[in-house]
């Protein structure tokens, strides 16, 4: 039987030195090209990725680096959610700030205490989510439109709605900065004394994200769900032949994906800023796009790729004490993406073609008996 | 074939035109070459005229921007009549049939200065006296001196039009022969590379039982135009109904609306007594019916996935391949080799991509897919087209056997003879509706093709 990390890979047959091979190859190609910007800028490279590399393993780096990898993870396993059924849901980004804006208004109401405000809290957030996103996946549904357009389109108008409840409803004035009510202290998540040598603690939602991974591995590769999801992503029209109910798959998908995009700013309003404010972070939602890209859509690749992102944006600003611009580090992690995608399909194209000839060489090779057809 | 027009390239090996090698990157290098293909499915476009479509991609130019008609128009006239293919360059494509839209593929070739003329299928959509014409075309080309591969399942066409036949089987060439010395069942054989299988099935096994019952079955397009009107039937356990017609009579609709894919109106559908023109499509599979579909690659497969995921398609309800809401791998699994085996398919394995197999084997696991489960009724729709003779033999016997047993079989098919060799009972659709009832025992291709086209009434 295959072993486990045979199917994490893909199922990669043909060795599984392919799949790691992709991603290696197309880092060290990325690693390059910024070098070779670097050079054309007149700076150091090797003195610029020793910076880099240092600063990314300090404790207290490699905390913060945790941190936002989190956030980022949880934003990529709900674009990969769409993606498995050739679903681009681009309104990840709408979804989640929609979701956090109500759920930090309902949070520092403070209706209900403690633990069961954290439940309230993010529940609210999952349901808005939700809620959010189904609006794309009726409107592909009964109306034709695409979910690429109605996403974006709904992201612009979550940010509207978001400002509107937050000025006129949830808002108050600390200092001149204009927040939701901060959420009271019962009801904070607890942070995870993960790393040695830091007092800053690892954000306890880190758990969250790991079992929503294993529920999202389990779910797509083990449940009769899933193989439907997956099967209407590689042909619809298979799927429809199959019985796969296409259109109810697809509102599904949408508030599945929807309901994980809630998720997304929770370790922020749960366990770091407590409020929605204008400083909460913003565009986590396309970052979420990147990483399932890079990662993908495996649990283990996302969360590799989370990571490397998530280290790449924590320690850009470390390049400005070399006097390099921090954009760099994003002229880097667009290139890691392209070459991540050009790498695996390169792969998965010669993959196909060497198994198609090596069934062919299979099956030439031991001429076996003309099999008489029991013709009547 | 691919590899002569420039599709593919060759491992090893090389080509020669005219005694000089040559290496095809793309199809423009074969055209180049003199080398001309005409496709099993019509590339033309409906809504622009022969003249338009002939000169597409090689417009002639007048003055660097103008397009120059009547330079080309002149050019297909000359063409046209030398091999005598009686091509009207004004008429829009849409008003041509079968036969006309191929002259018109022909003569795109002949424009682009073809000297050998690859044609793949060419008789799989035509009718018995289309290809009469057709032939007499091949012919007048030769004279004029062309060269023509002509690549056929159709043993008895091989053999009245070619001059030289070469046989391959599995890739490889098995012999070259001249159809003056051989008969149409000794080239079958060196095709087969064994016995000589037939489509025959003469003892009778139907029941009276009534598996599926149709009635006034009707299918509409978008705008209301009715593709399938009024089509009732009934088929019995043990019976095999052929539906015979010309492709794009509604053929594909009706199947489609009987396995749910399609909405339609119908007085009544019934599966085993029970109405099931309200189910969704995943009920009526797990209510008992089986389904081959016409296109394996876009309805029946998951190509980028390993065989035992696509027996779990389309039976992703039942055991064994899931338990509750899980899929059930062990069940699958176990059950795809037991596929594997019993029908022949031909595969290292069970974890390799449904792509890497070839069409017939493919299509064998399709079917040893449908025909698990015990199903009452089996749809299928041209069930060995693009298959190798070997695999059409074990489909053919696969089908006998299962009818045998009372299942219920809806057959739809190009292939005249596989149609009247396995039906019990024969209808004819032409535009739609049901146009003649046919007895299979005593009926001749020809009668049945002018059924087909409605050249012939009452046959």
């Excluded at chain 1, 679903?87 to 804006?101: E, K, S, W």
Aim: aromatic fraction near 6%; charge should be neutral; glycine fraction near 10%.
């Amino acid at each position: 039987m295959n072993g486990f990390l045979d199917r994490v890979l893909g199922r990669v047959r043909l060795g599984g030195w392919l799949a790691v091979a992709a991603p290696v190859v197309a880092i060290v190609f990325a690693v390059l090209i910024t070098s070779v910007v670097l050079l054309v800028a007149g700076k150091e490279p090797v003195e610029a990725f020793t910076t880099l590399a240092d600063y990314g393993t300090q404790p207290r780096s490699m905390v913060m680096i945790l941190n936002t990898g989190v956030m980022y993870y949880i934003s990529a396993l709900a674009v990969a959610v769409g993606f498995r059924m050739n679903l681009f849901n681009i309104g990840v980004d709408g979804q989640y700030r929609l979701a956090a804006v109500i759920a930090a208004g309902l949070g520092g109401a403070a209706v209900v205490p403690g633990v069961l405000n954290i439940v309230l809290v993010v529940v609210a957030a999952v349901v808005v989510g939700a809620l959010w996103a189904a609006i794309a996946g009726l409107l592909r549904v009964y109306r034709g439109v695409s979910e690429v357009i109605s996403t974006i389109m709904l992201n612009a108008i979550a940010t509207g709605l978001g400002s509107w409840l937050v000025s006129e409803h949830f808002g108050v004035l600390t200092g001149n900065d204009l927040g939701t009510r901060p959420i009271p202290d019962d009801a904070h998540v607890p942070g995870i004394p993960l790393v040695a040598g830091t007092p800053v603690l690892v954000n306890g939602f880190i758990v969250v994200a790991i079992l929503l991974g294993a529920a999202y591995w389990v779910v797509l590769n083990r449940t009769r769900f899933g193989f439907e999801l997956r099967a209407t992503g590689k042909s619809e029209s298979a799927a429809v032949a199959s019985g796969v109910g296409v259109k109810k798959m697809i509102v599904v998908t949408m508030v599945m994906s929807g309901a994980i995009a809630g998720l997304i700013g929770m370790p922020e309003l749960l366990g770091a800023s407590y409020k929605y404010s204008n400083n909460f972070p913003a565009g986590l939602g396309f970052t979420g796009i990147a990483i399932a890209l890079l990662g993908r859509n495996s649990p283990v690749g996302m969360a590799v790729g989370a990571l490397l992102w998530s280290f790449l944006d924590n320690s850009s600003n470390q390049l400005q004490l070399l006097d390099i611009s921090k954009e760099i580090v994003q002229i880097m992690q667009g290139v890691v993406v392209l070459s991540v995608i050009i790498a695996y399909e390169l792969v998965h194209r010669y993959r196909l073609v060497a198994e198609q000839r090596r069934v062919s060489r299979q099956l030439a090779a031991p001429a076996e008996p003309p099999k008489a057809e029991a013709a009547v | 074939m691919k590899i002569l027009y420039g599709m593919q390239r060759p491992d090893e090996g090389e080509i020669r035109v005219d005694g000089s090698p040559v290496g095809f990157h793309t199809p423009a290098d074969a055209i180049s070459a003199g080398i001309g293909m005409v496709h099993q499915h019509f590339m033309l476009a409906d809504n622009l005229t022969v003249l338009e479509n002939v000169v597409l991609g090689s417009e002639p130019r007048r003055g660097g921007v103008a397009l120059d008609f009547a330079a080309a128009r002149r050019k297909i006239k000359d063409i046209s009549d030398a091999y005598g293919l009686g091509v009207r360059p004004d008429v829009p494509v849409e008003e041509l049939g079968v036969g006309d839209r191929q002259r018109v593929e022909i003569l795109k070739v002949l424009y682009r200065g073809a000297r050998i003329l690859i044609l793949d299928e060419p008789t799989a959509v035509l009718v018995p006296h289309e290809v009469d014409e057709l032939f007499d075309n091949l012919r007048g080309l030769v004279r004029e001196g062309l060269t023509i591969l002509f690549i056929s399942h159709k043993l008895d066409e091989v053999l009245r039009v070619a001059d030289a036949i070469t046989v391959i089987r599995r890739g490889t060439t098995v012999a070259t022969v001249d159809p003056k010395d051989v008969t149409s069942r000794k080239l079958a054989e060196l095709m087969v590379g064994s016995a000589l299988p037939s489509p025959e099935t003469r003892e009778s096994t139907v029941t009276d039982v009534v598996a599926l019952s149709v009635r006034d079955l009707t299918v509409r397009t978008g705008d209301g135009r009715p593709v399938v009107e009024n089509v009732s039937f009934d088929i019995r356990k043990g019976e095999v109904l052929g539906i015979a017609g010309v492709e794009g009579n509604g053929q594909a609709e009706l199947v489609e609306a009987i396995m749910g894919m399609r909405p339609c109106e119908v007085a009544a559908l019934t599966l085993g007594g029970a109405d099931i023109s309200q189910w969704p499509t995943l009920r009526r599979r797990a209510g008992g019916i089986g389904y081959i579909p016409e296109d394996r690659h876009r309805h029946g497969l998951l190509l980028e996935s390993p065989l035992w995921e696509n027996r779990i398609l389309g039976h992703q309800t039942r055991r064994p391949n899931v338990r509750g809401p899980w899929i059930d791998r062990a069940g699958a699994r176990a059950d795809t080799r037991r596929i594997v085996e019993d029908y022949d398919v031909r595969t290292p394995g069970i974890d390799v991509d449904a792509a890497a197999l070839s069409g017939g084997n493919q299509q064998k696991l399709i079917v040893g897919r449908e025909m698990s489960g015990d199903p009452v009724l089996l749809i299928a729709s041209h069930p060995t087209r693009g298959v190798d003779i070997g695999a059409q033999a074990a489909i053919w016997d696969h089908l006998r056997t299962a009818r045998a047993a009372g299942l219920a079989v809806l057959l739809i098919s190009a292939d005249l003879d596989e149609l009247i060799g396995l039906s019990d009972t024969l209808k004819v659709i032409l535009r739609g509706r049901i146009v003649a009832d046919v007895d299979p025992a005593n009926v001749t291709p020809e009668q049945l093709g002018s059924a087909m086209t409605g050249a012939g009434e009452g046959v």
